[in-house]
């Protein structure tokens, strides 16, 4: 069967994860559909663990001065200043907690629907011509970050901060065969 007669195979084959955007920031109707087509994620129990955060201006700045403080105090000035002019060139911004609970097997499930969602997310994202990079860097560790949020550690886990825009540039990618990494059973 070719890529054209399986659906869903041309979009999941040519999404790439991207860093540098265009400025001009897409349009709320998108990240809201793709939130929306988040939510379908499978997710046993129907747990619905995850929780999306759209950044506002304030919340980016609040971020921006996490991230440079974090990169001023591991790499220095220069860095920091690099570091802090990227994230302020990228138009939108969101966030993707888990809720937590004591039973670690559950957690571990709400993760994996989580890294569902997030899959839905970026597709339909792509879908509408619009990039994004999932990140798990040092800000999302941050207590301030959490603060900023507005959630505490014991409630929720952060599992990414994506950068969402444009994409200026379109990486290429390869991936190995299906050969190597499947193993037939008897």
């Known amino acids: 069967m070719s890529d054209s007669q399986q659906p869903g195979l ?7 994860t991207v860093a540098l955007f265009k400025p001009e920031p897409p349009p709320r109707e998108l990240l809201l559909a793709a939130v929306d087509a988040a939510r379908w994620a499978p997710n046993h129990h129907l747990t619905e663990p995850w929780r999306f955060f759209l950044l506002g201006a304030a919340s980016v700045d609040a971020m921006v001065e996490i991230a440079g ?3 001023l105090a591991k790499r220095g000035a ?3 200043k690099k570091r802090r002019q990227l994230m302020e060139a990228v138009p939108h911004w ?7 609970t004591e039973d670690a097997f559950r957690e571990r499930e709400d993760y ?4 569902c969602a997030i899959q839905n997310f970026m597709l339909c994202l792509w879908e509408g011509g619009v990039a994004c990079k999932w990140s798990t ?3 999302t560790r941050d207590e301030r970050f ?11 886990m952060v599992v990414g901060l994506f950068s969402i825009g444009y994409p200026r540039i ?8 299906v050969g190597e990494i499947l193993t037939e059973l008897a």
């Open 137 to 139: 860097g040092a800000v």
């Open 69 to 71: 403080e974090l990169t």
């Open 170 to 177: 379109i990486p290429e990618q390869k991936r190995r065969p």
């Open 78 to 80: 220069g860095a920091a």
């Open 146 to 156: 959490y603060e900023l949020l507005g959630v505490g550690r014991e409630d929720e």
């Open 10 to 16: 041309r979009l999941v084959r040519e999404r790439r």
């Open 94 to 100: 969101m966030a993707v907690t888990c809720r937590r």
């Open 112 to 115: 994996a629907a989580c890294c």
